[in-house]
């Protein structure tokens, strides 16, 4: 019989052996370019034209070559046998190499629901072993942490016996392997029952570790003492080349909050070290006196703990607008972030508040979207500083009538705005950008390519007829050419004895600093 609370707590993600070390391959194997010409051999055969472009284009998407530096994830695999979680890095074209692969444990779990959600990114941390992930800012490292403390399906019982839990760091090339320090003792996720929340439940997930500029250590949340000495979630660096913690604040205990109608955000959390080397983070916390109001606001510091500053809400035209926070949500110099604006939404049923994008540039802040939507998210500055890449439900060309979830583009200055992507549902996406089942689907990016201004992104959209049930890594040009899989999970599958099985991405690590240059 299914745990019925495991059951509840998937639902309410959707609103949000000993282990084999694996061993690189000596050189660089590019599958990708074989699948591409079998499939042109396959499918293109015969055509001309238009359509033989077109056909050759999406053989080239399906192959997934692709302009990419470094990307790390976790495959994550549900059968009736129990469950198997591989850490992959993919460097460029270069197949991808396994440096762990936790075989299956003996547990009985719902995959059909795990897979129904499509969403690996905020299901698999909280079910499974492997939590936060980052890539170094030249793609050469990976850091990434391992527990079962934490899972709700399996604790205790998903790191195999023999293999060590903490975090670690590796080569892009799956060699030198190395254990950094113990995990931490705060969670990646957290779950908060509510009954006034879609499906009785608030979920909160943050997987990234956030590199320093120079590739020197990692920023993370772990516990540590406060000011009375109580254990409470503090900000710590991690020394790659040392292994050495340093906290870095010492805050009191802050229980997490419910925010809008699904979203829970913990007291601290979200740190990120940004371009210039500081440190920002998130707290509802008065630190210092300077949150009186104790609402959720930002706070910067150097990267030993010193010279802690808030950040000032900005203005636009004489009326304060308030931060949606993401995973890079600090102005630097150039920037692109997401505000909340007063109004009412057109899209009310995904949310209560407008949130549009914005660009600062020193002091200076401009306004690039007037959607009117709760969903307009994820803003990223293309490598020349000229452009921001984001994605929306909106349909302001009137070729998106569904609603669904597409990547735009639009100038520094306003203007020139452009939809990149055409994915297609044939009935209407109800919560657009924040929909992880079908109709509609998700877009979360994980950064561009300074060098090609190409995007990766996390995706449970099916542009090429290769996803209809799950989500995948994808990689677009600024110009919404160049549209390639990275990746191939099953989603949500039947294996030959009829048993519903599931296969998923999450967590997901990209060495850019995403939104900053």
Known sequence: MRDTRSIHLLAALAVIGVAHVAVAAPRCEKSCKAETTGCIADRC??????????????????????????????????????????????????????????????????????????????????????????????????????????????????????????????????????????????????????????????????????FKPNGASVVLTDLGPGPGGEQAIQIFTLDIATGTRTQ???????????????????????????????????????????????????????????????????????????????????????????LAVPGVPVNVEAGDTISEIFFFHRKSLLQLTNFGRTDTTTPDLTPDGKRVLFAASADPFGTNPSGTCQLFSVSTEASGLHQLTRFSSPEHSVRG?????????????????????????????????????????????????HLRQLTHARGLFTDANGTVSAENIGPIGHSPIAGQY
Not at 50 to 65: L, P, S
Not at 278 to 288: E, N, V
Request: proline share 10%.
């Open 248 to 338: 870095l604040t010492h805050l009191p205990f802050e229980p997490p909050h419910p925010v809008g109608l699904v979203d829970l955000q913990k007291g601290t959390c979200c740190p990120v070290f940004l371009s210039n080397g500081r440190i920002s983070f998130l707290s509802f916390i008065d630190i210092d006196g300077l949150n009186p109001e104790r609402d959720q606001v930002q706070f910067v510091m150097n990267s030993d703990g010193s010279g802690l500053e808030r950040v000032p809400l900005p203005v636009v035209a004489g009326r304060r607008v308030v931060p949606i926070f993401e995973t890079t949500p600090a102005p630097a110099q150039r920037s692109a972030t997401v």
């Open 433 to 481: 950008c924040l929909q992880t089942t079908p109709p509609g689907c998700r877009i979360l990016p994980y950064g561009v390519e300074p060098a090609t201004a190409t995007l990766v992104f996390y995706s449970s959209c099916d542009p090429f007829g290769t996803n209809p049930s799950g989500d995948q890594l994808f990689a677009i040009s600024a110009n919404g050419t």
């Open 45 to 210: 055969a015969g055509l001309g034209g238009q359509a033989e472009r077109e056909c050759v284009e999406t053989c080239k998407g399906i192959g997934g070559c692709a302009r990419i530096g470094t990307v790390a994830w976790v495959m994550s695999t549900c059968t009736e046998r129990g469950y198997e979680q591989k850490l992959q890095i993919r460097r460029g074209d270069c197949d991808p190499v396994t440096v762990l692969d936790f075989p299956e444990p003996s547990l009985s779990l719902p995959c059909d629901l795990i897979g129904s959600l499509r969403f690996g990114f905020a299901t698999e941390p909280p079910t499974g072993a492997f939590h936060r992930l980052g890539v170094s800012p030249d793609g050469k490292r990976v850091v990434f942490e391992v527990t079962d403390d934490f899972s709700m399906l399996g604790p205790d019982h998903l790191v195999p016996a023999g293999q060590k839990e903490g975090i670690f760091v590796v080569q892009d090339d799956g060699h030198g392997l190395r254990l950094l320090g113990p995990a931490s003792r705060d969670a990646s996720f957290g779950i908060l029952g509510d009954p006034t929340a879609p499906g009785g439940f608030r979920a909160f997930i943050y997987t990234p570790l956030s």
